[in-house]
């Protein structure tokens, strides 16, 4: 399975940005996908997922960043977008995917992205 990021960026705050994550590789069910990020020293933190059930999934959000940011995903393309508006200094991460990939969803397991820069500075 492969998980590839793109669409990060410098940008200054106030901009947005447009994520996105394709992951292939795999004729395994794809349960769900999120956005992670970290920073240096941090650990990885949930920013948004989503569940690939269903006719638009089910999206949940840190409080960091809800109605800042807006997860959707292309089940047909294996894609999760990841929307960030309005952003801040403080959303400077390295941002990773991640797909849970697998026949159940007892048995799937979890595959992450190399990840993808974001960087909100003036």
């Known amino acids: 399975v492969q998980v590839v990021e793109s669409g990060g960026g410098l940008v200054h705050p106030g901009d947005s940005l447009r994520l996105s994550c394709v992951i292939s590789g795999s004729s395994l069910n794809i349960f769900s996908m999120g956005w992670y990020r970290q920073t240096p020293g941090s650990e990885r933190e949930l920013v948004a997922t989503?569940?690939?059930?269903?006719?638009?999934?089910?999206?949940t959000y840190a409080d960091s960043v809800r109605g800042r940011f807006t997860i959707s995903r292309d089940s047909a393309a294996n894609t999760v977008n990841l929307q960030m508006n309005d952003l801040r200094p403080e959303d400077s991460a390295v941002y990773y995917c991640k797909a849970r990939v697998g026949v159940t969803t007892l048995t799937a397991r979890a595959y992450w992205g190399q990840g993808t820069q974001v960087t909100i500075s003036s």
């Open positions: 989503i569940t690939n059930s269903g006719r638009s999934g089910t999206a």
